[in-house]
Every structure is written in C-alpha cells, then in structure tokens.
C-alpha cells in the first residue's frame, strides 16, 4: 500500500448488523411508526432483512422516512407483496403464529416471485466428471461464477436484491461452493475462460484468511489462461470499514496486492445504488485504498424504482467515481424476480434515464453501459428508441450472450411503453422471431444443456411459478 494510506488498526471497528429478531434494540427503530415496525416483521418472512450501524447511522435521513431511498433500499414495505398475500401473511405472524402455516404460505410465495431468472438452475450450471457444479455458474464463454459457502451473506441486504433465495434457507435453490477445488478443477479443462467472478452473498464479509483460501489457489502457474479476478461486492457502500479500520483492512490490501503481483487483473464490481452511498468520507478513503493497490474498482447497479430513478444522482454517482478512481460500468434493468412489481420501471423509462445522465457526464465517465438486462439468452443493452421504416422501435444488441456470436449484432423489437423485461419485447417489422430464437449456443464439453430459445420459452418462469404446487423446488 501507498505511504499515508495506512490505518492504526486500534481504530478498528466491530460490525453490527440487525435482522428481524433483535433490529427492535437499533436506536432508529423509535423513528418507525407502527405501520413501518409491522412491515418489517411480516415481510422478513419472506425475503431477507438485514441492516447495520453503518447504514442506520451515516445513510439513512431518519427526517425523510420512509421516502428516504436508503431506507426503502434496506427496510421491507408492505407493497412488496400483493395486497392479499400481506394482509394473509399479517394475521398468521401477528395473530395466528401458526408456525407450519406461515412456513406453507411463505414458501408459496417465494416460489411465485421466480426465485432463479436466466436459467440459473437450469442453463448456467455446469459439469466435471458427469457431475453438477452446485457452487459454480457458467453461462458465458469466458467467465465463471463462483459461490463460496463462507460468502454467502451480506453486511446488509437489498430490498431488491435478484440474489435473494440465497439468503433465506431455501438450500435447493442455494449456489455454494466449501472450497476451491472443484473450481480450480473446473478451470484447468477450461482454457478458453479468462475470467473469474467471486460472488454471493458478498466475498467480503469473510475474513481474509478465509478469502485467500479461495483466491490464492487461483494464482497457480496452471491457471495462467485466468487473466481476471473479479469479486463482486456491496461492501464499498454498505460496510467501507472492510477496507479502512478493520482489525485485517492492511491484510485484505495485501492480498489485493499480491493477485496484482502475479500478474492478473483483480477487479471490484463495486455494487452501488444510490450516490449516498459514496459521499461519505469513510466511502471515500476505501475506493482511495482499494485501488492503491492496483486493483481496479467498477461501478455498477441496477435502475430501480423508488431508490434511484433521478438521472442526476446516477450523473452524480459516476461523476464521483471517476474523481476518485473508479470506472462506471454497468447501469442494470431490475430483474424479473422477487418483488419486482415493486422495483421495475418501464424500459422506455429506462433508456430515458440513462440518456439524460449520460449527457451530463464527461467522456471519462461514458465508459458505463446501459440500460442492460441480464436475460436468459445473454446480456441485452437498449441502445436506442428509433423509428425505422415507419415503425417506432426499441434498438437492441447484446453485449454477451450464450452464443458469442450473436454479440454485437444489433437486432429491433416493437417498441412498447409498458414492457419492463426483455421477455416482454417482439420482434419488429412483422418478423415471428428474434434471430437468436432459431440460432443456437455451442455446448461446453461436460455439459448437456440446450441453449436453443424458443418463443415460448422467453415468458416469465415467475408465470409458471404461480400455478405450482406448493413442494415445487
């Protein structure tokens, strides 16, 4: 590390999270009206709730609850569930306290809130010896996921998170991996993949003992083809003492500096929603020491109502960034899953905000692409609303996808103000299908999975969900 970057580890902190059953002890819950503590307790039933000190202290504005958009980014809301489903769920938690009742229900209506979009389960995992990978995903030609077990939470969860069964003890529907080794097995039949994604959960709520077991083996001579470590993480924003006055902060800097040292690229896909969430000084000084390290710091976040639908924080944010270090990358569409009904704006709106915050950003900045929906055939970013021919327009493209070659190959659907999802889209021009809907991706060696997308198979999985049994896993 950089000289002055250094911090007296007497100075460490202790991480406080709060979750359902003590967030009544948190000094902020006073500041909740009746109404706000109810939601709370029935809807972290169903999805995670977990916030900490550093969130309720320094993001929050307590005067601006509940429109504060940190607070709707951490607190649950009654809306998230469909009106029935939380009246329902109230009188089984508050007055019933059936316990194999409320069990039943909430399960139901995680299975109706499409718990893996993208043929996650189904598409992206993988094989080694006849063998499903069940802490592995890959779904793209040169990058594969890995879910360690010892990262599989966060220091506080997103309302919206996509990630969300990994969280609430759903473990048929869980991604988990207890060490590298398969990983790293994997890998060397792989030589065509360049790039590793550590994920979650969140890599960074380990320790970084526990963190190096699973990167160090990474940096072996036989992994020489893996030029990229990635580890995607909330941490920045929701826990920046991680990497400033922690008891192992120099250490975690250490081992940033030591992937750098041989030779491959190791990046933060630094996960932040609100630009909130990078004003704070301590915010600051973790993206100055991260990347004094030679590691590279990404910004990347979904679009999502109620929290950061103002072109001029997203300016702000990436704005920010660039002064300091980090490289905007990723403006996402909220995914189809959980209570999206609650999260998901229109795609016009979308592509609306996006332009009206690229505008005000220098070409520095422009490096951030969207807006992008992580689809079940790849990564489609809405490039433009056009007329062509007559006919209004949305301008597509994918910028990865199952089959590389359908990259880069601009394609148009029908333009529609509602459609929030890339299943909701048509083709243009009259045409009956999208031109990857009669294409198909080659098959890696090990893995049977048929990448061939019929029309029917682009409806929501949440659609079929809805009709399903309650044993359905």
Request: charged residues 25%; contains cysteine.
């Amino acid at each position: 590390m950089k000289k002055g970057l250094s911090v007296n580890t007497e100075d460490a902190v202790r991480f406080r999270p709060y979750t359902r059953s003590n967030i009544s002890e948190a000094p902020q819950w006073g500041k909740l009206t009746q109404d706000q503590r109810e939601s709370v307790t029935v809807i972290s039933r169903v999805l995670p709730f977990r916030v900490n000190s550093y969130v309720l202290g320094e993001l929050i504005d307590w005067d601006n609850i509940p429109d504060d958009p940190i607070y709707r980014l951490t607190f649950p809301h009654r809306d998230m569930l469909r009106p029935q489903e939380y009246e329902a769920l109230r009188d089984l938690v508050l007055v019933d306290k059936d316990e194999k009742k409320i069990e039943r229900m909430v399960h139901d209506i995680r299975m109706r809130m499409n718990p893996h979009p993208a043929g996650q389960m189904t598409h992206n995992v993988p094989y080694l010896d006849g063998r499903p990978l069940s802490g592995l995903q890959h779904k793209y030609r040169e990058t594969v996921l890995f879910f360690p077990k010892a990262g599989q939470s966060c220091h506080a969860y997103c309302t919206f998170c996509f990630r969300w069964p990994q969280f609430v003890g759903m473990e048929e529907l869980k991604f988990d991996a207890k060490d590298a080794s398969e990983l790293v097995a994997y890998l060397k039949r792989h030589k065509d993949v360049t790039d590793i994604l550590i994920t979650g959960g969140d890599p960074m709520v380990m320790n970084t003992r526990a963190l190096s077991s699973y990167i160090e083996p990474l940096l072996v001579p036989e992994l020489s083809h893996i030029q990229n470590i990635r580890i995607g993480t909330k941490s920045v924003a929701y826990w920046p003492q991680r990497f400033v006055n922690e008891k192992d902060s120099d250490d975690v800097l250490r081992l940033f500096e030591k992937v750098v040292a041989s030779g491959k690229n190791l990046a933060l896909m630094g996960h932040y929603n609100h630009p909130a969430e990078l004003r704070t000084p301590l915010a600051q000084q973790a993206v100055r020491r991260i990347i004094s390290t030679g590691a590279t710091l990404r910004i990347q976040a979904p679009l999502i109502r109620h929290i950061n639908e103002d072109p001029n924080g997203w300016a702000e944010l990436w704005t920010t960034g660039v002064r300091l270090g980090a490289i905007p990358y990723y403006m996402f569409v909220e995914r189809d899953t959980g209570p999206s009904h609650y999260f998901e704006l229109p795609l016009a709106k979308a592509y609306e905000v996006f332009q009206q915050a690229y505008k005000q950003v220098s070409g520095l900045a422009r490096t951030v692409r969207g807006p992008s929906m992580s689809a079940h055939p790849g990564k489609v970013v809405i490039d433009g609303i056009v007329t062509l021919a007559g006919e209004k327009v949305f301008a597509l493209q994918f910028l990865q996808a199952r089959n590389p070659d359908w990259v880069r190959r601009p394609f148009y659907a029908k333009f529609d103000p509602k459609a929030t999802w890339f299943d909701q889209l048509v083709p243009a021009f009259g045409e009956d299908k999208f031109f990857f809907q009669e294409d198909s991706a080659p098959a890696r060696e090990e893995q049977v999975v048929e990448h061939r997308i019929p029309v029917a198979s682009l409806k929501r999985t949440r659609e079929v969900h809805a009709d399903a049994p309650a044993d359905v896993s």
